[in-house]
Structures are given as structure tokens and as C-alpha cells.
């Protein structure tokens, strides 16, 4: 075993092609004491010197007896000295292998340029560092445990490979606006939508049901599979539920915390913390529906803890990971409901999860039925249903719906999707339903029940049983159940319905089984039918929860559902309460007592007993929605008395349609005396827009809408229809809008003439859709405003616009930023401009357009009187350009602000206004700053205070 000869040359400069170093045993004994104090895995080395052969049995064992780790590194450099040359390196070899257990020595290496010699390079490494084994673990475990969508038991159906489909994703701002979307999932890591750099935790939220819990798993899935492209070692997942099974008295230590209630080591579980604690980048964290921690004490009064190694309540080792009090720069993910809130400074980015796009809708369609003409008749149905489609834009209720829809065309072979408009109410009995009848299948008393109603009258009372154990939970806030509440509801043969199924996840809390409704909604759907099923239920109970959902503003506190982030005055509230499984409960509370769902609970529950609470909800809804009007802030502008309404506003038109009463739809539209509402920001989705139109089209006044910042889509647009009649502004920007959902509002709006104001800035919109626009500027002769920024029209959907603005005697202000019309749209603009009569604001902002579209808008000026303020902020307008504009404005004396904002105009160009300035007083200022200007001293800009060039 001679090495190759020469003398160590410790500190040699790296030199990755050398083949021949100097000594290797020379080396280990002049870098010893290093060696000795840095090598923290001993046993890794034994066993590769062992597998490879240096090393006997006994060698190893000799070392073994050492009772210290350094001692036992010494001998094993003694040992591995003795065996000359080629041991000593194989000993370096392996320690630049398995950089994951010598983590430290990584720099050493390369201080003495260590590069294997070619034999080396044929010698196997194994890495028995628990930190590797303890990563290749996780990966395992997670791999096992992503494969399947978990949420309900059929788990062979639900492949997740073979289910999921993107979604879509928008990073958002502290104020919900718009950044762009997140185009893969490995983007959620990076600096794309940063709003605070010193925050750690990227927050997701969305609705129920629209895949917070997927999105997650998706995550975890390709983690597993190492293609999520990070150079995450560890992954740990939690549910926040899960926090809220401890009792108010437990303490546990982090270690304790991510190895117990995750994975656990098989190694040294000292070594794999420490290295986490050392490297605390190398984990992920995930943390699953913050809205759904429940903890009835004060986390307020227990010490915070300064070391990782402090035992302490679970929720606060939960709030100092997320705030990177513990393990600060380790990457955390935690989802929630939308309308949760989160103290800003621990959230890096806010992404916001917006359910499926109609191309992932047909994604999914295809993915979920296999079978082409099945395919085929699902998406006719869905084309000629905007309301379904709504719905199906929400994962959950697209599930749902495709799921009944397979099930019951397997029973009935004529079975079809439902025409006319459906429910929340409708979807939830449908999967009700379903589960019901697939349990009868299997039992030997098999029935075909043909009626919905027959089906559950056959299961009354386990369906009773089953509603108020969910009724239970939410009164509570409660929802994991423990085996003895469960016991004493239900039994064995209940559970197989399916409604509820057992989770592993909180084993760490009790030594029996613990259960969750296969979705927080279904929950949420149960306690409403227990309401309306318990004869005994008094008034009181059944609006218990629409109490608890007050308005916003009345509950300052339930701003900051966690204690420690709240402000002292308000503690008393549960601190983590989040009411949107309650509005569930009164939405679906509505839909079950409403009219047309009467003949089916006949079958459930006396006729007096439905029509006693029918009676007793819709005073409470009259009354409530009078007092939720009153309340809203309002401001009077010209013409328009406004109401800005909030997202509660929403959930009280959601509760209002799934009455399905036009009673009902026609008294609160009485009670609607503003006429604009704005409903900006209030995460209205397609659907949404059904539940608006169930309401507006019983206005008598004509009414402008202002939807701009939510998510209502092509759909939502195509469910405003009955409501167009009345709308005299329609303001839908930024709503995911396409040519598709700009023809219908085109075919609509046309048709009544009333539209003075139509906002569709930051939408999907492209040429073809522009053309559509035209055809509304043409057909709708009152039109004043219209805003069509930040879409994606070229020069064709700007020559097309723009031929429609000239014939417009009514328009006044268009806003066209940051499209693309370049100089051809400029051009056609600048024709439109020549004698426009009523053009007054026009922005061409951010267009591309360089010196021929410029001087051409420049000429047209010449014979404009109309035209008050242009903006042509960053175009690539030059000093020839602003020669023209000074030449135009001799003659123009109408134009009072021309912005030239970031373009590429000189100082020459600049100066070129100076002196038509002081013939021309009609205008206020030229903006110029952001360009190249770089005066000369002294300045003779400095004359003239309407040129802003700094
Ligand atoms: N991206 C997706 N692709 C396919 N199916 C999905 C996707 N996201 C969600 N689903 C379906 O919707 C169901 C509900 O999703 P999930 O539980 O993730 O919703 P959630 O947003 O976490 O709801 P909640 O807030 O109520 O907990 C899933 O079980 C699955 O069937």
C-alpha cells in the first residue's frame, strides 16, 4: 500500500487537475489537531474504512473502545497513518464525499486543493451520516405520504400525479394588488414578489376548497422527488390544526417538536439538530390553515424563549418559527383562508391562491375523465353553463360536482349535469348523496333509492348523528375529534359512510385515534343541517353564528388572530378565530331553507318546524342586511351617492342567493339606496357575480358597479348578464378577463346604451378582444371613460380602438397604459386626435412608441382642441420628437399638461420648449423628468417653472 511519494504541501494553491500530491499521511499529521477537533462522525469513516478494506473488524473495534469522539478520530488516524499512502487518502476521500457529516472541513479541502486521485475516484463512499440518512428519510416518508390526495378515503382514486393541475397563483401586495403571478412552484422561493425582505414566511391564501392543502402537498411531492430545484436537505410539514390537540399545559422542545410530530432520526438525533440549528436554511417548512388553530389560552403569558433548546408551548415554538425567532433563514410556507390576517412583518411574500383558470378547468376535465366522449359531454355542459363553470373554478366544488356527476351516470345512465343555475347547498347534498348511495352498494341490504330524499331519509339518523357531532366542532371550533366524542355519536358502522376519516398527524396528542370531516365545508354543510334537523334548536342557536360573523369593523380584534401579535386590550377574544367555516354554515343554512329544498326535507323534519325557520331566518336576513347597508362607509361624488362595500358584503349576497327567494332578492335591492356600490377587493370570484345579479336585477334604479380587484373571470362576466340593463359604470379591472368575457360585455352593453364609464385596465385582453371594445365604444353612445391599460393590444387592437374613439362624440378619457400599439397604433391615435370633439384625457403611456408615432400625435395636436392632458410617459420619444411637440404647441392652446416622462429626450430637446413657452400660457407644465437631460451652467431651464425636468 505505497502512496505516491513527495513531501505534503499543506498549503499548496488548489489545483484541481493534480494527480500526484504530496504525502497523504504527511498530511494527516501535520493538520492533526484540526482533523481531530473538526471530524464530528467517526463512525461514517469505520464503516467505508471497513467496506473498502483498509480496515479488519478489529481495527474498527479498537477504535470503537475510545469513549470520546476525539479520541476515537485520533485512533483512527493513527491507524489509517500506518496503513501508508493510499488509506490516508482514502480517509480524505471520504470526507469529501460526504460533505453533509464533515461539513466543516469542506473549506480545508479546498485550502490544500484536495482532488482525488483516479484510483480513488473507482472507490465507493457510503454515507452513513444520520444527517444524509435523516434527509433520504424524509424524502421517503414524503414521497409515501404526497403520492395520494389524502382529503377523502377512496385513496386509489386519487393519484395525485394523475389529479392535480396548476392553479392559479398571483403575488400580491400588502394592499391585495396585483405583482404578477408565480409560475412554478420553486418560484415561491425566490425574490420575484418580495414586499419584506426582513419577512421569511411565504403566506398563501384562497378560499375554501380552492387547493391551499394540495398546493402544499404538490410542494411536498416534488421535494420528495427532488425536482423542486432547492437545496433543501430537511422538509417538515404540519397542519395547524394539529396545534390546537395540545393542552393548555404542554411544553415540548423544538427537536422535539420536528422529530416526534414529523420524522424521526434513526441516527444520532443530537447530530441531525445540531446540523439543523448550524444550517437552518436547509429546511422547509410547511404550515397548513393558520385559520384553523383553535387554543383557548393566552400564549401572551408565557415567557418567550431565547434558546432552541427551551421546552415551551407548542403554538409558541409554531410563532417563533414563523417570525425566525427560532431557526431564523429556514424557509417557511403557511397557508390560510382568505380574510386571515397575519402580522405583516413576518410574511416575505403574499401569494394568493385563485382556483382554476378555464384552461385548467379543462386540464382537470381531462385528467378526470378519462374516457373522450364522457370528456366531450362534460365540457358541452360546462360551456353552456357559466354558473357551473363558476363553481368548478373552485377545486373543491369541481370535485365535487364531477364526482356526482360520474357517480350518478354509472347509476342512471341518463343522468345530466344540472342545466339551470345550482347551488352551494345543491353540490354539498350531491356528495352527500354520493357517499351514501356508494355505501349501500357494498352493504348486503343493497337498495337503489332513486329520490335524493328517499336516499336520506333511508340514513336520518346517522345523518343526525353526524350533524351534530360536526354542529359540535364548530360551536367549539373544533376539528379533530377524539375517539370517545366520535363513540359516542356514532359507531363502526357509521364511520364507514366515509364522511369521516382518521388522521395520523395528531397521534403525538393521544394514544387513540383522533378524526376530521374529510373537508372543513362539509363540516361546516352538517352543522347547517343539524340547525335545521333538531326540532329542538331554538331560535337563538339557529342564528348563533350569523351573530358571530358581525361585520367587520365592530371586530377590530379579529384582525390578529394570534395573541401574541395582538394588542393587550383585546385579548379576551378567541384568538384564533376565523369565521369563514361559520359564514359556511350560514350560507348553507340559507340554501337549506330555502323554498325549492322544502319537498326534500319533508322527509327529515316536520313541515312546521321548516317553514317556523324559514320564516325566523328570512326577518333576520331583512333586518340584518338593512343594518349592514346602514353601516357602510358612503361618500357622495357628482351624480353618485357611493357605498364601499366589504368582503362581508359578499357573503350576505352569497347567503341572500342560495334563498333561491326572489322575495328576498327584491327587498334587499329595495334596501340598496346608493347608486354605486364599490366592491373593490373584496375576493368576489366568478360565482360571486350570480349572487350580484340575483340582487341588481331587482333594482329599479340604474346602478354603477365597481368590481375592480377580484377574481370574476370570463364566467363572472357572463353571470352579470341579467344585470347589464341597469349598469351604467362597469368597472372590472384586474379580474382575469379574456376576449371571451370582452364579447359578451360587448353583445350586453350594446344593447342598452347606458354605459357611461367601463374600466378594464390590467385584464387579459389581446387584439381580437380590442376589437370587441371598439365595437362597445361604436354601440354605446354615452361612453365617457374608458380604461383599457396594462392588456395585451399591438398595433392592430390599437388602429381599432383608436377608429372607434374617432367617431366617438361622447368619449372623454382613455387610459391605455402599458399596452403595445407601437408607432402604427400611435399613428392611428394621432388620426383619431385631428378635431376630436370630446377627447380630454388621454394616456398612450408605456406603448413602445418611438419618433414617427410621436411627431404624428405631435402634427394631429396642431388641430385638437379637445385634448387637455397626454400622457406619453415611457415611450422612446427623442429630442426630434420634442421639436415637433414645441412646434405644436404654437398653435394648440388647449393642451395643458404634457407628460414625457422617462424618454429619451436631451437637454437640445428640452430647450426646444423654452421658447414657444413664452408665447404659449395655456399650458400648465411639461413633465420631462427621467429623461437624459443634463443642463448646462448656468441653466437656462431654470427660466421656465413649468418645464419639470428633475
Ligand atoms: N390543484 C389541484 N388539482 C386538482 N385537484 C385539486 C387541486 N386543488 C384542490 N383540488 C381538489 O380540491 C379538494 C380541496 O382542496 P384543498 O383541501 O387543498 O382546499 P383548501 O384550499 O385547503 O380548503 P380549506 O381552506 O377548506 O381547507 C382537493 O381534495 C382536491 O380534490
Redesign the pocket.
Known amino acids: 500500500m505505497e502512496g505516491p511519494g513527495g513531501r505534503a504541501k499543506p498549503n499548496a494553491r488548489p489545483d484541481p487537475h493534480r494527480s500526484r500530491p504530496g504525502s497523504y499521511v504527511q498530511l494527516l499529521k501535520v493538520n492533526r489537531e484540526r482533523l481531530v477537533s473538526q471530524v464530528k462522525n467517526a463512525q461514517c469513516l469505520l464503516d467505508n474504512l471497513i467496506q473498502n478494506e483498509y480496515f479488519s473488524n478489529e481495527d474498527a473495534e479498537i477504535a470503537s473502545q475510545f469513549h470520546t469522539r476525539a479520541d476515537k478520530v485520533r485512533k483512527i488516524m493513527d491507524q489509517v497513518q500506518s496503513k501508508g499512502e493510499e488509506a490516508s487518502e482514502y480517509f480524505i476521500y471520504i470526507l469529501e464525499k460526504v460533505p453533509d457529516a464533515y461539513f466543516d472541513l469542506q473549506p480545508w479541502l479546498k485550502e490544500i486543493g484536495y482532488h482525488p486521485s483516479p484510483q480513488m475516484q473507482n472507490k465507493s463512499v457510503v454515507n452513513t451520516d444520520p444527517v444524509s440518512q435523516y434527509s433520504e428519510k424524509i424524502r421517503h416518508e414524503l414521497c409515501r405520504d404526497s403520492k395520494y390526495?389524502t382529503?377523502?378515503s377512496e385513496k386509489e382514486e386519487?393519484l395525485l400525479q394523475e389529479?392535480?393541475?396548476?392553479?392559479l397563483m398571483e403575488l400580491v401586495s400588502d394592499a391585495n394588488e396585483n405583482m404578477g403571478v408565480v409560475k412554478c412552484l420553486g418560484d415561491l422561493f425566490d425574490d420575484n414578489g418580495v414586499i419584506n425582505a426582513e419577512g421569511e414566511t411565504v403566506f398563501i391564501f384562497?378560499d375554501?376548497?380552492?387547493?391551499?392543502?394540495?398546493?402544499l402537498q404538490?410542494i411536498q411531492n416534488l421535494w420528495a422527488r427532488k425536482e423542486l430545484f432547492t437545496d433543501a436537505k430537511f422538509f417538515f410539514r404540519f397542519k395547524c390544526r394539529t396545534f390546537s390537540c395540545f393542552k393548555k399545559k404542554e411544553t415540548m422542545s423544538l427537536k422535539d417538536l420536528l422529530f416526534k410530530y414529523n420524522c424521526f432520526p434513526d441516527g444520532d438525533q443530537e447530530d441531525v439538530f445540531r446540523y439543523i440549528l448550524r444550517f437552518p436554511h436547509t429546511a422547509i417548512f410547511t404550515f397548513?390553515?393558520f385559520d384553523e388553530i383553535h387554543s383557548d389560552f393566552d400564549v401572551t403569558r408565557i415567557p418567550e424563549i431565547s434558546s432552541p433548546f427551551d421546552s415551551t408551548h407548542p403554538v409558541v415554538l409554531l410563532m417563533h418559527l414563523l417570525s425566525g425567532k427560532l431557526l431564523e433563514r429556514s424557509r417557511k410556507v403557511l397557508?390560510a383562508?382568505t380574510g386571515t390576517q397575519v402580522q405583516k412583518n413576518i410574511v416575505r411574500k403574499r401569494v394568493m391562491?385563485r382556483g382554476f383558470t378555464s384552461e385548467n378547468l379543462q386540464k382537470?376535465t381531462k385528467k378526470f375523465f378519462k374516457d373522450e366522449i364522457f370528456e366531450q359531454l362534460v365540457l358541452n355542459h360546462l360551456g353552456a353553463n357559466p354558473n357551473l363553470c363558476s363553481l368548478c373554478s373552485v377545486?373543491?366544488f369541481c370535485?365535487i360536482i364531477f364526482k356526482s356527476y360520474k357517480h350518478f351516470h354509472s347509476m342512471y345512465d341518463s343522468y345530466q349535469l344540472p342545466k339551470c343555475a345550482i347551488t352551494l347547498t345543491d353540490i354539498f347534498l350531491l356528495i352527500v348523496e354520493v357517499y351514501i348511495n356508494r355505501s349501500m352498494k357494498t352493504s348486503p341490504l343493497r337498495r337503489r333509492t332513486k329520490s335524493q330524499a328517499e336516499t336520506f331519509g333511508a340514513c336520518k339518523d346517522v345523518l343526525f348523528a353526524l350533524s351534530r357531532l360536526a354542529h359540535n366542532g364548530i360551536e367549539k371550533s373544533h376539528f379533530v375529534f377524539g375517539q370517545d366524542e366520535v363513540s359516542f355519536f356514532l359507531s363502526d358502522q357509521d364511520l364507514q359512510l366515509g364522511f369521516l376519516r382518521t388522521v395520523d398527524e395528531y397521534t403525538g396528542c393521544a394514544d387513540e385515534s383522533t378524526y376530521e370531516f374529510f373537508?372543513?365545508?362539509l363540516q361546516s354543510f352538517l352543522a347547517a343541517f343539524f340547525l335545521v334537523l333538531d326540532e329542538n334548536a331554538s331560535t337563538f342557536e339557529m342564528l348563533k353564528f350569523f351573530n358571530q360573523c358581525s361585520i367587520p369593523g365592530t371586530r377590530q380584534s379579529s384582525l390578529y388572530p394570534i395573541p401574541c401579535f395582538r394588542d393587550r386590550n383585546t385579548k379576551k377574544e378567541d384568538p384564533f378565530r376565523n369565521n369563514e367555516h361559520l359564514q359556511f354554515v350560514n350560507l348553507f343554512l340559507c340554501g337549506l331553507l330555502s323554498k325549492p329544498k322544502e319537498s326534500f326535507l319533508r322527509h327529515l323534519v316536520s313541515t312546521i318546524t321548516i317553514k317556523k325557520k324559514r320564516k325566523v331566518l328570512r326577518q333576520y336576513l331583512f333586518r340584518g342586511v338593512k343594518l349592514h347597508l346602514k353601516i357602510l362607509p358612503r361618500t357622495k361624488e357628482g351624480e353618485f351617492n357611493r357605498v364601499q362595500a366589504m368582503p362581508n358584503f359578499i357573503w350576505m349576497l352569497r347567503c341572500i342567493s342560495e334563498t333561491q327567494s326572489q322575495k328576498v332578492g327584491k327587498l334587499v335591492a329595495r334596501g340598496i339606496c346608493a347608486n354605486y356600490i364599490k366592491l373593490t377587493f373584496c375576493n368576489a370570484h366568478s360565482a360571486d357575480c350570480s349572487a350580484l345579479s340575483f340582487v341588481i336585477c331587482h333594482l329599479r334604479k340604474r346602478l354603477a358597479l365597481e368590481l375592480d380587484n377580484n377574481n370574476i373571470n370570463d364566467y363572472g362576466v357572463k353571470q352579470l348578464i341579467p344585470c347589464f340593463s341597469k349598469l351604467t359604470v362597469v368597472r372590472l379591472s384586474v379580474n382575469q378577463i379574456t376576449d371571451l368575457g370582452v364579447k359578451v360585455l360587448s353583445e350586453e352593453l350594446t344593447k342598452y346604451n347606458i354605459l357611461t364609464f367601463l374600466g378594464l385596465y390590467n385584464n387579459l385582453i389581446t387584439d381580437v378582444g380590442a376589437k370587441y371594445v371598439s365595437d362597445i365604444i361604436e354601440g354605446c353612445t354615452k361612453l365617457k371613460y374608458l380604461k383599457i391599460g396594462c392588456n395585451k393590444i399591438t398595433s392592430e387592437g390599437g388602429k381599432c380602438l383608436a377608429h372607434a374613439i374617432q367617431k366617438s362624440k361622447s368619449i372623454f378619457d382613455i387610459g391605455m397604459w402599458g399596452n403595445k400599439i407601437g408607432d402604427e397604433g400611435a399613428k392611428a391615435f394621432a388620426d383619431a386626435l385631428r378635431n376630436h370633439p370630446s377627447l380630454t384625457n388621454l394616456s398612450l403611456a408605456c406603448n413602445g412608441i418611438s419618433t414617427e408615432g410621436g411627431e404624428s400625435i405631435a402634427e394631429a395636436l396642431q388641430h385638437n382642441t379637445s385634448l387637455r392632458i397626454l400622457w406619453l410617459t415611457e415611450n422612446k420619444l427623442n429630442d426630434e420628437v420634442a421639436e415637433r411637440f414645441a412646434e405644436m404647441l404654437k398653435i394648440n392652446r388647449t393642451l395643458k399638461n404634457l407628460w414625457l416622462i422617462r424618454n429619451e429626450i436631451t437637454f437640445d430637446g428640452a430647450l426646444s420648449f423654452l421658447e414657444v413657452l413664452k408665447e404659449n400660457t395655456a399650458i400648465e407644465e411639461i413633465c420631462l423628468h427621467g429623461n437624459q437631460i443634463r443642463p448646462p451652467d448656468p441653466n437656462p431651464l431654470e427660466e421656465e417653472t413649468r418645464i419639470i425636468y428633475y
Open positions: 390526495i382529503s377523502y386519487m389529479t392535480y393541475i396548476d392553479s384562497g375554501a376548497g380552492v387547493g391551499k392543502t394540495v398546493l404538490k397548513d390553515g397557508t383562508r391562491l382537470y377545486p373543491l370535485w373537508h372543513l365545508t
